[in-house]
Nanobody, 126 residues
Framework: QVQLVESGGELVQAGGSLRLSCAAS????????MAWFRQAPGKEREFVAT????????DYADSVKERFAISRDNAKKMLYLQMSNLKPEDTAVYYC???????????????????WGQGTQVTVSS
């Protein structure tokens, strides 16, 4: 059973930075496109960023462009989200997601992803 485990979420002041990490637990699993989504209290889960297997295709939500950077290390089966200039509206539970097949393309839609982590809480104080 593939598991994705996020880490790195914490309380930070507005303008600060955080780096989220996501680890795939199964050594034989090579995820395809991966993504970060987030869900704030009382709101629907929303797309944040996505990256394909090679890292050559990346997409961001407009709200995080120029502030967030997604990356991955396939050898370590890790996904990262570097967040800078954080704002209170970035407060949410951040989820890591992965598509099953290595050749899969990026997607901004949650239904495209086969595996999900449990989430890590990011809180930005004003």
């Amino acid at each position: 059973q593939v598991q994705l485990v996020e880490s790195g979420g914490e309380l930070v002041q507005a303008g600060g930075s955080l780096r989220l990490s996501c680890a795939a637990s199964v050594r034989t699993f090579s995820p395809g496109a991966m993504a970060w989504f987030r869900q704030a209290p009382g709101k629907e889960r929303e797309f944040v960023a996505t990256i394909n297997w090679s890292g050559g295709n990346i997409d961001y939500a407009d709200s995080v462009k120029e502030r967030f950077a997604i990356s991955r290390d396939n050898a370590k089966k890790m996904l990262y989200l570097q967040m800078s200039n954080l704002k209170p509206e970035d407060t949410a539970v951040y989820y890591c997601a992965a598509r099953r097949f290595a050749a899969s393309s990026t997607s901004t839609s949650a239904i495209a992803y086969d595996y999900w982590g449990q989430g890590t809480q990011v809180t930005v104080s004003s």
